[in-house]
């Protein structure tokens, strides 16, 4: 519920002028609250607040810290490098990590923004080879169960010369490049899925609950992965294992997805056993400028 601490207001109508959704009004001699069910609890008018006015119940008003200025964030060009650094891993140490650590990664998925600021994305930290192996196992049935299938849709359209639709396109190699190796590895001990890394986050959200949960997710999960590279950890997106979660009821039931909600961002995380020595390089950005004439 959002308010206003009269005594510390200065009717300067910062506030007013930011509020996304009209909640706030300027009045005679108060900033009036027309509609507090409408407020989305951003904190925007908090935040551009001189004198910290606005009071938002629902949050904790130690959160509301002092921004830091220009002056102290992170040189642009060090800031890119930064990003730059990041790759994926998938050659980690055996080194369990710290709770401590894997708090400040979830910590960082918290504070990404979100559509509407409805914060819908959940979160699951599964640690311990002995349950990661189970999973893999189930994932990579499940891929191979998905794979025969695709080959059954790829030999009917081939057979009857109707052209590929669109989803088959990129779908058309996967089991035979992927699914059937990464099997095989499996087998042998080799794990191409997971890359025995010691932890597996996964992002989930109640369906219905945003109309944005892939954009949601993977907000959140960028803020996590980069914040894992602040504290020295790799981490590796793992798309395979989000198919396989969707298509697997046990798979569900062993990482404890409740039924209504859907895992939109799995990625692994752990500590490198190999050093990178170079930044990533990517081909040039397709860019389209449009501006007045």
């Not at 027309?34 to 006015?53: E, F, M, Q, R, Y």
């Not at 998938?90 to 409805?118: C, D, H, Q, W």
């Not at 170079?278 to 860019?287: G, T």
Request: net charge neutral; aromatic share 6%; charged share 25%.
């Amino acid at each position: 519920m959002i308010s206003i601490d009269e005594n510390q207001c200065t009717l300067c109508g910062l506030c007013v002028r930011i509020c996304l959704r009209g909640v706030l009004e300027e009045r005679v001699e108060r900033i009036g609250v027309i509609d507090p069910s409408a407020c989305n609890l951003c904190g925007h008018c908090k935040a551009v607040c001189p004198t910290n006015a606005p009071r938002l119940s629902n949050l904790n008003e130690n959160e509301f810290e002092l921004a830091p200025t220009m002056d102290e964030l992170p040189n642009p060009a060090v800031f890119l490098r930064t990003l730059r650094r990041r790759r994926s891993q998938r050659i980690y140490k055996s080194k369990p990590v710290e709770t401590e650590k894997l708090g400040k990664i979830i910590e960082a998925g918290r504070f990404a923004p979100t559509g509407g600021n409805r914060q819908g994305c959940e979160y699951i930290v599964v640690t311990g080879r002995k349950i990661l192996n189970q999973v893999c196992t189930l994932a990579i049935q499940t891929l191979q169960e998905q794979g025969k299938w695709v080959r059954e849709a790829l030999d009917r359209y081939h057979q009857s010369g109707e052209p590929l639709p669109e989803e088959y396109i990129t779908m058309q190699y996967y089991p035979s490049l992927f699914v059937d190796r990464m099997a095989e590895r499996w087998k042998e001990g080799k794990d191409q899925l997971l890359y025995h890394a010691p932890v597996l986050i996964l992002i989930h959200m109640r369906e219905g609950l945003t109309t944005s949960p892939q954009v949601d997710a993977s907000l959140s999960a960028m803020h996590m992965v980069l914040m894992a590279e602040a504290l020295g950890l790799g981490t590796c997106i793992i798309g395979f294992l989000v198919f396989a979660i969707k298509h697997s009821e046990k798979l569900r039931e062993v990482l404890e997805i409740p039924p209504d909600h859907q895992v939109h961002v799995a990625f692994t995380v752990g500590y490198s056993d190999v050093e990178f020595l170079r930044l990533v390089a990517r081909n040039p950005a397709k860019v389209k400028w449009i501006t007045d004439r």
